[in-house]
């Protein structure tokens, strides 16, 4: 079949069983090669150069493990197991799982990776503004050396990720957090389920005893070439405590840091307006789960 | 082209697959069960749902050669013995079913739900089947029929 047609029609097929087979066929694949996990953009996005599908669905990367230093998450994870997972069930975590839970419909859920998501790099990746304020750590295999990205760092504009052609993201990491941190997402869309978001934020601080905020981590998708933090927004907030009109001039703040588009979903104007109003939603969200935690304890 | 072996509602099928040949492609176009239907190809209709190991997934959305190994049900395969499942009764009594179109998607989205969950609430019920879309019905007589079915099965 001719590539002339721009057709996506692959040729070879390929089911590894270890990871440095898997660096090798992309080594020697290059750019017609291409990892497979769940296929759910993969096989919209038909691109006609793949002549190789590597599926990563058998190296054991499916895991939510949870330990003294923190969570890690396997890269072909599905979403659907990290929505039910009870290791991600309990805040502060649990963002990613409520992620997890509005990303496109159950039967896709099924299939679709949180790795998939993440090298997708689209602007909606929604499983990253909640990596973005956990401060993940993305774990990377290569040709000669594994390294480490942080999720900051990894996406580079609109499709467009940190990994060498020849390297695979393996495990996503989540540190440790401190007490009395609260952390919240909301995402919104038009419909239900299956759709882009419009705007999402997800949002992280703690709370000192003197009730003033730190470490605080506002993070927004879809309003952006990438997935991105509101680092205005979060000095304001920092150092202080949340009052309303605060909070208020936070989420402001955050609204003007942002670059949304206007496209056949909605007006830049209408994603600029509900930046702001989820900005503040979640963070009176994320504080009420600090407050929560405490009468728990 | 790859040879592999299905496991397609309890019988064993040999087939010959090209790397991209998804799932559904393979099962309708090869394998004859039409009962998997062609929508979007996208994964955002779910009229090719399938079974895998239990799971709803979109079959036009997994390759071929990725199903082996694994226990694929289409829908026709949640009738036993022919004998239709509570669900198909409680779809034909409720009137759950215009075009047809999406029906057997529907029926995998529920019989996965019940399979995990046998007393779901209507939300729940919802939400199961958020990843089928019905042009005809509105959803109304779907979500009685599936609550129905769950109230019947769990007399």
Redesign the interface.
Known sequence: MSKANNL??????F?PTSVPEVVKLLAQYGEKGSP?A???DL??MKEPQVE??I?I?QLGLSYIKSDAQGIKIGATTTL?DIEASPVLSKSPYSIIAQAAHQM?????R??GTIGGNICNALPSADTMPSLLVLDAIFHVAGPDTKRSICAADFCLGVRKNALETRELLTEIELPVLPPRTGTAFIKKGRV???DLSLASVAVRLTMDKDNTCRDVRIALGAVAPTPLRAKGAEALLSGKEPKDELLKQVAARASEEIKPISDIRASAEYRRTLSRVIVELALREAIGNITTQNRNT | M?NITLDVNNERYQVEV???H?LRDVLRDKLGFTDVKNGCS???C?SC?VL?DG????S????A??AQGKKITTPRGIATDGKLHPLQEKFIEYGASQCGYCTPGMLI?AKALLDRNPNPTEEEVR??I???ICRCTGYQQIVEAIMATAAGMNK
């Open positions: 996506f029609r692959p040729t070879e097929y089911k497979i769940g296929g759910t096989l919209v190789a599908l599926d669905t659907a496109g419909t159950p039967l896709v099924n299939l239900a389920a299956a | 790859i090209a790397a991209y998804t996208e994964g955002e779910g749902a895998v799971k709803p997934v979109t036009c959305l997994m390759l050669a990725q989205s939400v199961a958020s990843g089928n």
